[in-house]
Structures are given as structure tokens and as C-alpha cells.
């Protein structure tokens, strides 16, 4: 099953199990758009001697989105960055209101969308903790009971009378993801929770979403990434180190002479790097409706420490005028630890010498 924004980055997918049991969510017709104004007013004289009417432009993150998830099913929806995942997560977190449509949830839901949403950071883990446990609809005295495996699994018994203002990113999301794993909701929202915290944490994350997976509970899952070395997730690239990239297409029609290209562009919107393939030797050179092609390897990386997109793109019969899918925003990365001047670093072949 797909689900597709039309935002001005649009395509988002689902990716989920076969169905068990009854439906435990249901969206029909979901519309969401935003109004963004074309000049950001930043100070209070602006606003002041600002008489002019405010121009705004519409940005249109989902647009009829329909899907039903069934109970105890792992149901992901995967898409590059703005393509309206996290605000569809908040529809259905009930943070924001559709435009157009409908959800229904049959069960009590836990979201983690946000980091930290609901923890008052003048208060201490043990308060927040019982805070929380009754707002997912816990009874003051389980919430406090539960308090001892909240704190071990997050690792933070030391710390649960510290107010949670002095807390770490790091020790904030397993305080989080532990209070929701203890909440006994039957539907749990959970937004790129793999993207934060170290590696020990991220596998904790993992061996119990495969619990999860094994029990009646309900789960939908974003996934988006770039990898490391060891194929775990990663954000940031040392200077030097290899990019791998790892891309999966799937063809919606049939694709004559499919052709595939990335660019990378720095922070300035400036394409610095890009490349181009068709498919190997060999394979015919077309897609057939629901064919998928996987993209993976590893590129060059001369790039200087900054902030970069990658964006992608297909084209049929191996004409770049024939534009077939445009993503300009497919995800993005951090490059750090290089005295690289300038835009890329190059290789060269001079000497100084005296004569």
C-alpha cells in the first residue's frame, strides 16, 4: 500500500505487515495545508511600521491520505524529509486538526512525535514520570509503581530527582521512550525515535520494537536514514569518509530506459556534487508497474564541513528532458572534522621548489 502527499515534495509510503485482527485506526480523506507568510516579520518595529498587508503562500502537506491500520500490526510510513509524515503523526495524535477528513482510533494512544512534549522541565523525573503515567491513563499509585522499570530501562535511577531542565537530549528521549513502552496503550504513534540516542539505546529501541511486533499492540513507525559504516543510522559523515547510499524506487508505470540521479547542495542551495547511472549491463532496460530497483554504493566525499541535501531524481529513455520523479529534499547530513577552505577539496599535483 502507498500513501502520497502533494506537497511541493511529495511521495510518501507505507510499508506495513499483513493485517491481524480488527481495524485500529482508520483515516479517509485526510487534507492538511499550512499558511506561510512570503516575509518573516522578526522584531516588534518591523510589526510596528509594517503597514502593508502580509502576503502568504500555501503549502499543501497532505492531501487525501486513506489507510487502515489493524490491531497488533507494525505499519510504517516512510518518506524524505517534508513530505508531511510527522504532520500526519499529529493528526493522528489529535496535535493538529485535518482540514479535510476523518480518523478513528479504537483503543488508548500513546504518541511519541515530539521530544520532551509533555515533561514540565521544572519538575524531576519522578514527578514527570507520574505525571505522564496519568495523563496515558494510568491510576496515580500504577504510575508510581512503574517507576522502578521506567528508570532501569531508561539507565537513569541516578538521576530521578534531578529536574529535567539539567537533563541531557540523550537522557530526556530514553526518559520518554520508556514512560511510553509503560503505558499499557494499545496504539502507540511513534515518530523517528531511532534518530536520537547512542547505539546501545538505539538497539534496546529495536529488540523491543520486535516484541511489539510479536504482541496485539499497534505501532506505526517513521523510518528515514542515512548509514554509517556499519549500516546503522547516522546523521553526520567524517570529512573524507565515504557517502553510502542505500535508495529503493519502485516503478508506479512502466519506465522505458530508466535513468538515476542525485545531487548534493550545500546550505546556500548550491549543487556542489552529482551523479548519474542506468541500470547494470545485462537487466532490461525497463520497469514494469510495481518492479522495484535498489540504488546503493558508496560516493566519493570531498566536501567541506557544513550541512548538505541530497536530492534525486528518475528519467525515462535516458532523456533528461523526460522527467519521470523530481525529490528535492531526500535527506540531509552533516559533513564535520576537516580544515577543507572552500566548497570541495581537491587533489593535486604541485610542487614548490626553488630555482
Known sequence: MAVETDNPTPASGVRRDQAQGP???????????????????DSLKERLTTFSKREFRELRALRDVSFDVHRGEFFGIVGRNGSGKST?????????????????????????IELGVGFNPDLTAREN?????????????????????????????EFVDMKLKNYSSGMLVRLAFS??????AEILLIDEVLAVGDASFQQKCADVFHEMRDSDRTVVLVEAQLQSEDGAQ??????????????????????????????LTNADDIQVAGV???????????????????????????????????????????????LVLHSPHVLDFVVYGSDVTGVVAVDHDLRAVIE
Not at 24 to 41: C, M, N, Q, W, Y
Not at 132 to 157: C, Q, S, W, Y
Not at 307 to 317: F, G, Q, S, T
Request: glycine share 8%; hydrophobic share 45%.
Open 234 to 263: 547516522a546523521t553526520t559523515v567524517e570529512a573524507k569518509a565515504p557517502l553510502r547510499l542505500s535508495a529503493v524506487f519502485e516503478a508506479r508505470r512502466e519506465v522505458e530506459g530508466p535513468t538515476f540521479g542525485f545531487a
Open 23 to 41: 481495524v485500529a485506526i482508520e483515516a479517509r480523506g485526510i487534507d492538511k495545508s499550512f499558511r506561510l507568510p512570503t516575509h518573516k516579520v
Open 179 to 184: 514512560v511510553m513502552i509503560q503505558s499499557d
Open 88 to 112: 500526519l503523526l499529529k493528526i493522528l495524535a489529535s496535535i493538529y486538526a485535518a482540514d479535510a477528513g476523518r480518523v478513528r482510533m479504537a483503543g488508548r494512544l500513546a504518541p511519541f
Open 129 to 157: 514520570v507520574e505525571l505522564n503515567g496519568v495523563m496515558m491513563g494510568l491510576h496515580r499509585d500504577e504510575a508510581r509503581k512503574r517507576l522502578p522499570a521506567i528508570l532501569e530501562f531508561a539507565e537513569l535511577e
Open 276 to 322: 548519474g547511472l542506468q541500470l547494470d549491463v545485462g537487466l532490461p532496460d525497463k520497469l514494469e508497474p510495481g518492479q522495484r530497483v535498489r540504488v546503493s554504493g558508496e560516493i566519493e566525499n570531498r566536501l567541506a564541513p557544513g550541512r548538505y541535501v541530497l536530492k534525486c531524481w528518475v528519467h525515462r529513455n535516458h532523456n533528461y528532458a523526460n
